[in-house]
């Protein structure tokens, strides 16, 4: 269902920049291993739930009236699977899709104003029960909607779910063992999936799927193990630690934004470990940052993003027939156009020794990009093996938590002391 | 108008990745004398071009009947400096604003279906007025809209020029020594800004004050000269070769999407020189990057951009009196939330010793932008006098455009040779 295709990040097509052959079947040797005992990490769980597809498809066909507008309050892990599955499949018919996942004074108000409570459904999700960011949104949402308007998506304790409980609002769960995220197959995506109009099943099928294609014992043939060794090569080897994932869809950019989180978070741990995800949405991007790929420190591994198909595909309507700045284009689907414009940064970065690769899709659909995600997931986790270090926490968040409660007046953490720059590197032009 | 603080760059805050006293004066001597003999390179003409702002303020007065959208169809530097307006400064009352600035087939199918032509201004922006991405979607969209409803911007010749004089679509001008990147203020920004009831005058007048204070010649009192020197030793003594601008405010956020472009494409020049500039997005992003930034490799410089006034400051209802997870925040306006986890932010980072800075604004208004981006423009050129590059070429982004013609069968470009990858490089799973 996915193809990866990384033969122009190896030095038969890039040069000294890529991998060499030898020097991919001697990691193979040294750590493939780790593809015939991969654990059951707790999101692996989470495609074979079918309950909780049943529970949360339940929840929206239940839902009256059927809302206009589907608000997801919640932020990081809370928030980014659910965006990137509403970019990538939403159903037109279906609400809106909304997140309010920070605490800007202007876009919280103008969301919220704009906002007709009775036709919205708002889904608040934090693992822990009380995220700042998130409960600021959620105290704004309530004071306006009611309790009525609200599903609640947290941990098993904690100050949501006791209010869920106490005002009888429907509350999912985010398993103990999943973090923020890897969670998006848990209700954490799944409920707002179901609202928009996903097909959850179909979501969950093609997370199982990547699930048999990510444990297949041979590294050569495993998905999640390339896709972890082949940029990890290239950062120990070569020094490139900026990763940079480039979709050519607009439907899956979100899903990039919530692959940069996975990435950052999840081997972000030390001085010597951390590759640098960066976002960048084709054709668009070509005119921002492919001068700096081409030309700049060849210090990058860029990861193509895209389906073969797309889902509507207009032609270049014909109306200049002699004009030679229209004529190459009249005619064609944009999709021709766009792979165009793909195929030439692929060859000019591999012209150029930079090493790239790509990650395909058949089409944007349920399945594909339960899959993708999935996927992706997995080769954070294995990631994680090669870098030595663990996938599963953050522990470097918590100190700026700690200075930005100190300076809330939150009780328990010290009272802020203001430290002022020094006067004379402070500016006032 | 503006406030640099660096303090946070320097050893004394944040140890050993940060810039001892002596290299800033030192730097300071061998380089300083750039501020007493800036050129008057060709976007510095334009804060003070008052016949322009005259002619767009009269075409957006003049438009009938006036519009419910504005779409600027243009890409890369004919698109971001628009959208970072749009963003900023949009009035609320005023057409709302959409840009096509891809070729994505769904994306555009889905723009151009949604948008009544009759309701529609469309301002197609090329320089050189044959970009391919925005040729295709000007000929998508007049197909549907009719020439009526387009303005042009554009260069002396070419293509689009030729058209708006034919059918007599109002026509405004690039000057030809202004490249895309630096060209927000000129009609390419501009008339967007007019038809979106953002003051252009004050848009200018802000520029032109930045431009007194980036030509003072003392460079310690320089903000686009410390702006350009403190990323610049930050990469060139520390080896700091990410440069993230961060904004704690949802409206900046495409600043700094349009900064990302001015910094790669003008910097990023040869192997050993081109930062990688990435957008970051306060508070959001403290939940998907600042563990990497907090503990990951000391290769990155963080600038914070703010304001300190929001136009809008709801406060924290306060709904659960005593309740611990809400009580610190209860009452609270959300700016004060906002600041909060900012400051958080700078002091982990600050212990962690990663360097970083602030750039803020008294408020979010034409002025302040205006000066914004001039003093961004301004410290990117001087930055490219202290890497030694040309910050107005962009020579990396043609071998990607020649390959795409080839496979679009553009003639006087030679037919595409597919070059498959090797089969054991591409794994179909």
């Given amino acids: 269902m996915i193809t990866f295709d990384f033969a122009r990040s190896m030095s038969a097509a890039v040069g000294a920049g890529g991998i060499t052959d030898e020097e991919l079947s001697r990691e193979i040797e040294r750590t493939g291993e780790v593809c015939r005992k991969l654990p059951k990490w707790g999101f692996c769980e989470l495609p074979y739930s079918e309950e909780v597809a049943y529970r949360v498809l339940r929840a929206a066909a239940e839902w009256k009236p059927s809302p206009r507008t589907f608000v997801q309050i919640g932020i990081g892990g809370s928030a980014l699977g659910a965006t990137a599955l509403a970019s990538a499949l939403r159903v037109p018919s279906s609400p809106r899709y909304l997140a309010l996942d920070n605490v800007d004074p202007e876009e919280c108000s103008a969301v919220l104003a704009e906002l007709d409570p009775a036709e919205t459904v708002y889904h608040v999700v934090s693992k822990g029960g009380e995220t700042t960011e998130t409960i600021a949104a959620f105290l704004l949402a309530l004071e306006r909607a009611g309790e009525k308007r609200f599903l609640v998506t947290t941990g098993s304790s904690g100050f949501l779910r006791d209010w869920a409980r106490r005002v009888g609002a429907p509350v999912f769960d985010v398993p103990e063992n999943v973090g923020g ?249």
């Fill in 181 to 429: 995220r890897y969670s998006v197959l848990s209700p954490v995506g799944l409920v707002p999936a179901a609202f928009l109009g996903i097909e959850v099943r179909d979501l969950l099928a093609g997370a199982v799927l990547a699930d048999e294609a990510c444990r297949r014992e041979d590294p050569r043939r495993n998905p999640a193990y390339l896709l972890a060794v082949v940029p990890h090569l290239l950062d120990r080897l070569r020094g490139m630690k900026i990763h940079v994932m480039m979709p050519y869809a607009r439907a899956l950019r979100d899903v990039a934004d919530w692959w940069r989180q996975l990435w950052a978070e999840s081997l972000g741990k030390s001085a010597s470990v951390g590759p640098t995800p960066v976002l960048a949405l084709g054709a668009t991007d070509q005119h921002s940052q492919v001068q700096l790929y081409n030309q700049g420190p060849n210090d990058k591994w860029i990861l193509f993003l895209w389906p073969e198909k797309f889902r509507a595909d207009p032609a270049v309507p014909a109306l200049f027939p002699d004009q030679p700045a229209c004529d190459y284009l009249q005619g064609k689907p944009l999709s021709t156009v766009l792979r165009a414009l793909r195929q030439g940064t692929e060859e000019a970065l591999t012209a150029n020794g930079r090493p790239n690769a790509a990650l395909s899709l058949p089409e944007i659909s349920a399945r594909t990009v339960g899959a993708l995600l999935y996927t992706l997931e997995m080769a954070t986790a294995i990631a994680g093996t090669l870098y030595g270090v663990n996938p599963f926490d953050q522990p470097g968040v918590d100190a700026g938590k700690r200075f930005a409660f100190s300076r809330l007046g939150r009780s328990g953490f010290p009272s802020a002391t203001s430290t002022p720059g020094e006067d004379r590197y402070v500016l006032r032009a």
